[in-house]
């Protein structure tokens, strides 16, 4: 039986970091051909069929990947640059949440947040949801995006599973910090002493649908 923890990762790799290095025909909105993955698949595991494929997709919880008639994708996480498509989040919530850290975290109240080594910036519904997506050593650090007067001014915020996925925030968008590594209470991320986090270069785009 085909070990599904290994290859749900075997397909983070190959929808949302490397399509080159199993020859992947990317879309414009990360699709892929359903027949390519299933060939990469079975690179490293054989005996992994198409049957097997659904049953992964469809399992109860799982939001990373989306299969449907235009192939299959990655929802969010990708290293290089997949366009949007849908409609934005309408209504838009009153605010969003942000997993993320001291050092991360220090310039966003004076800069806004950007994606970094992503290309959108990746936020949750829920606060709970978003301190188990922070990297903080200790207690997570979790940032309140106010979301609707981000939406008042132009930003567009897309569902995808169960993160969200947006450009940038805006600085004067950024709310409270709540949580720290040293304090569970809120915090003011200008008195952070922490390096700001560093973004890396552009990735290639891939092809259109």
Do not use: W
Request: hydrophobic content about 35%.
């Amino acid at each position: 039986m085909v070990d599904q923890s290994r290859v749900s990762k075997l397909l983070s790799l190959m929808l949302r970091h490397k399509p080159d290095e199993f020859g992947l025909e990317v879309d414009a909105y990360g699709y892929v051909p359903i027949d390519q993955v299933i060939q990469g698949i079975q690179s490293r595991y054989p005996e992994m069929t198409e049957d097997d494929l659904n049953d992964l997709i469809g399992q109860r919880g799982q939001q990373r990947f989306e299969i449907n008639e235009f192939g299959i994708r990655a929802l969010y996480g990708h290293s290089y640059f997949v366009e949007m498509d849908g409609d934005p989040i309408n209504p838009i919530p009153e605010r969003l949440y942000m997993g993320t850290t001291d050092a991360a975290s220090r310039d966003f109240a004076k800069e806004g947040i950007s994606p970094g080594d992503r290309y959108y910036v990746h936020l949750s519904l829920d606060e709970k949801t978003a301190a188990a997506r922070s990297h903080q050593k200790g207690a997570p650090l979790v940032v309140e995006i106010l979301s609707a007067k981000a939406s008042e001014l132009g930003v567009n915020f897309f569902l995808r599973g169960e993160v969200v996925l947006t450009d940038e925030v805006p600085a004067d968008c950024v709310g409270k910090f709540i949580g720290s590594s040293e304090s569970d209470s809120v915090v003011d991320p200008q008195l952070s002493e922490d390096q700001p986090i560093t973004g890396f270069g552009r990735k290639p785009r891939y092809g259109r649908r």
